[in-house]
């Protein structure tokens, strides 16, 4: 099986590399400025003897999507983990105060570039009668935060080409999932004081907040021959119970 995970040069998209690996399969990560940390997940995962290769991919370029599929070679599954965060804090400013300039970029971004990215794969899955696609969605889609609204907006709108997908492809084989990612502890520094994470993971059902390790693990499940007809579907990871109105 050959892989594309979008955005695998660190945190979520480095661990489902490195995962998908230890399976057996041939990795290609991509990487928009982290072309250091690409190549050192690629070396690690050449270190275990897995296969493993890296290729530019900026979702706000759109012309570098179809060439980066192609440098990569025929793909059985697609992990859309790759994303534009913004140049908007949460709470930075009010939402009447947004400019229409971010909007359009989160927009252009994380929606019509992870779709023409799926337009990029879906032939060679078509021709195979086979493929898997996994969308990296956040649980700010469905919890929000206050203030700007560009990201959540743009991650909930994931769900809805998920969904869509999965009709579209479902007659050729072709499986569509949306992973939704909590807050996750990955190898990127966390600006949250230790108490309020301890307090965030004391309100999940298992009483803790998930690692990159554990997206993965959710991730390669989605995106492989495991998932035997699991298709359109909204999968939330345990941290995001957290917020829940009924949490203790």
Do not use: C
């Not at 990560?29 to 050192?40: K, L, S």
């Not at 997940?41 to 897995?50: C, F, K, L, N």
């Not at 290729?55 to 790759?82: F, K, M, R, Y």
């Not at 889609?141 to 700007?148: D, K, L, M, Y």
């Amino acid at each position: 099986m050959h892989v594309l995970i979008t955005g695998g040069s660190s945190g979520i998209g480095a661990a489902t590399a490195l995962a998908y690996a230890r399976t057996g399969a041939r990795v290609t990560i991509t990487y928009n400025t982290g072309a250091d940390r690409a190549a050192g997940v690629v070396e690690r995962i050449r270190a275990e003897g897995g296969q493993a290769a890296a290729v530019h991919l900026d979702l706000e370029e759109h012309a570098t999507i179809a060439p980066a599929v192609a440098q990569s070679g025929p793909v059985d599954a697609l992990v859309a983990n790759a994303v534009r965060w913004g140049t908007l804090m949460p709470g930075s400013v009010a939402f009447e105060d947004v400019p229409a300039a971010e909007w359009s970029a989160a927009l252009h971004a994380n929606v019509t570039g992870n779709a023409l990215l799926a337009q990029a794969v879906l032939p060679e899955m078509r021709r195979k009668g086979f493929g898997r696609i996994v969308f990296v969605s956040s649980g700010i889609a469905e919890e929000g935060v206050p203030g700007p609204g560009p990201y959540g907006t743009a991650k909930a709108a994931l769900h809805g080409l998920a969904r869509a997908l999965a009709w579209e492809a479902g007659r050729d084989g072709i499986l569509v999932n949306v992973a939704v990612a909590g807050l996750t502890i990955t190898d990127r520094p966390v600006h949250i004081p230790q108490e309020a994470l301890d307090r965030l993971a004391a309100r999940t059902p298992s009483r803790r907040l998930s690692t990159a390790d554990d997206m993965a693990a959710l991730i390669v499940f989605l995106g492989s021959a495991a998932n035997r007809n699991l298709t359109g579907e909204i999968i939330r990871d345990g941290s995001n119970a957290g917020r829940s109105a009924h949490a203790p």
